[in-house]
């Protein structure tokens, strides 16, 4: 399958070592479906850099059967658990190789926070992500995974 990663430069060996800690699903490299996706994380990361923006594209092999592979279908309760307790620094994510699941992006993030906070149950935050286009994100978080499952293919500037 085809996968783009948003970034301000070409990353032709991706790694990941060079993530945040606080992400949506912990530490790893983080890849989409979505090239419009794509193309958001690296203007909205060239902007903050002040650098270009740049589409890394990739082929994922999808021969996953030997690999350790969590897979929110959708914004629930368990997902919803886990995206907090990646942004909070827990170390949820240890146990797994590849992690597949929705985008908790500014707008849902803004809902989720309220959560977050303590402002809002559960049932009130999931009743309000389910007006949200989610987006899609694979976390890959073992190196020796992403260098078995991926191959970059090329790169632009957006």
């Not at 193309?39 to 903050?48: L, Q, S």
């Not at 059967?65 to 658990?81: A, C, G, I, M, P």
């Not at 999931?126 to 994100?137: A, P, T, V, W």
Request: glycine share 6%; proline share 1%.
């Amino acid at each position: 399958m085809i996968v783009y990663h948003g970034s301000t430069e070409i990353i032709r060996n991706p790694d990941v070592v060079h993530s945040k800690k606080y992400l949506d699903f912990g530490r790893g490299f983080y890849i989409t479906t979505f090239e419009n996706q794509a193309k958001k994380w690296a203007v909205r990361k060239g902007m903050r850099q002040e650098k270009k923006a740049i589409v890394n594209i990739y082929e994922l092999s999808e021969k996953w059967d030997d690999y350790r592979v969590l897979s929110f279908e959708k914004e629930n309760e368990k997902w919803l658990d886990f995206v907090c307790g990646c942004r909070k620094g827990q170390p949820l994510n240890e146990e797994y190789d590849i992690i597949i699941g929705n985008v908790a992006d500014d707008d849902v993030f803004k809902t989720v926070d309220m959560y977050f906070r303590g402002l809002w149950n559960k049932e009130k935050v999931l009743s309000e992500l389910r007006y949200y286009k989610m987006n899609d994100q694979i976390c890959i978080i073992n190196q020796e995974t992403l260098n078995q499952l991926i191959t970059f293919k090329r790169a632009y500037e957006v």
